[in-house]
Structure formats: C-alpha cells, structure tokens
C-alpha cells in the first residue's frame, strides 16, 4: 500500500460505556484520532421490514496502514457519514482492511 493513495481522512472514535447505579447502560463517542485511507464504498441497499419501515443499507472498505485504536463496534465519520466498525483484518504487508457498515431510516 503506497501511502500517495490514501487520500480520504477518516475521523475515529471510541465508543465508551458507562453502567449506571440501577444496572443500565450508557454508551457515548470519544473522539480518537484522523487517519486516513483508501475508501472504497459498496451500492447501497433498500431493505424493509415486516412492518414495511424502509431503511438503507450501506457497506464499505477502508484500507489503512495501521489499526491502532480501532476495534470492532467503533465508529468512523467520513464523506459525511457514520460508519460502524464490523471487522477488521490485517494483510501481510501491514495493511489494514476495515469493514464498515452504516444503516439510515
């Protein structure tokens, strides 16, 4: 991976999660780091349910050079969206493939 074409910044954020004292749970974004990458988006996807609610499905990649504060369940925002963490695998070069995933009623 050259770093010339990684040309998309990315802003990271943790996600935190607090219990309260009667057993809920909280959970709220830290924000990380930018870094950036390759963003590489797929067609997004209608989906609907029983009840005929209709959202929007949306996957995509983004290819990095480190996955350094990033697990699965964080967010990313870039191009305008929010993004979940689903996965993430490291090549043998270093390189990290990050699978996102965003959903919008």
Aim: proline letters at 4%.
């Amino acid at each position: 991976m050259r770093v010339m074409s990684l040309q998309t910044p990315a802003r990271l954020y943790a996600v935190t999660e607090t219990e309260s004292a009667y057993g809920g749970r909280s959970f709220s974004l830290v924000p990380d780091a930018t870094i950036w990458g390759d963003f590489r988006p797929d067609t997004p996807a209608l989906e609907s349910t029983a009840e005929g609610d209709a959202s929007v499905v949306q996957g995509a990649d983004f290819l990095c050079r480190s996955a350094v504060g990033m697990a699965r369940g964080g967010r990313l925002s870039l191009k305008g969206f929010d993004w979940r963490i689903v996965s993430l695998d490291e090549g043998a070069d270093g390189s990290v493939r990050v699978r996102l995933e965003r959903v919008h009623a």
